[in-house]
Nanobody, 124 residues
């Protein structure tokens, strides 16, 4: 499956962004989907995952009260709504797809396909 992430940009602290991930090439509902991020000088970090049906989500503690992950299987898209952004959210954000049997994996090794990343910069 090919993944295309978009929606990043520069925003002030407290602002919002909505990231999108468009999928093509395979049946989208065969995959659990996730978002990861990588800040300069740091390792890639799991942010959020959603199961194949969109009925369950999992977000890390630092974002769970500010971010929402969702998907639209009819349109082969996934989104990450990011509110109350903080400077520490600055990173390149990647969407990824894993076989649906993994449900909502946080381990990047479970993901077979990755998008190219979109830059999110939050200024203080």
């Amino acid at each position: 499956v090919q993944l295309q992430a978009s929606g990043g940009g520069l925003v002030q602290a407290g602002g919002s962004l909505r990231l999108s991930c468009a999928a093509s090439g395979h049946t989208f509902s065969n995959y659990a989907m996730g978002w990861f991020r990588q800040a300069p000088g740091k390792e890639r970090e799991f942010v959020a995952a959603i199961n194949w049906a969109g009925s369950s989500t999992y977000l890390i503690d630092s974002v769970k009260d500010r971010f929402t992950i969702s998907r639209d299987n009819a349109n082969n898209t996934m989104s990450l709504q990011m509110n109350s952004l903080k400077p520490e959210d600055t990173a390149i954000y990647y969407c990824a797809a894993a076989p649906r049997t993994y449900y909502m994996p946080s381990d990047p090794h479970r993901y077979n396909y990755w998008g190219q990343g979109t830059q999110v910069t939050v200024s203080s």
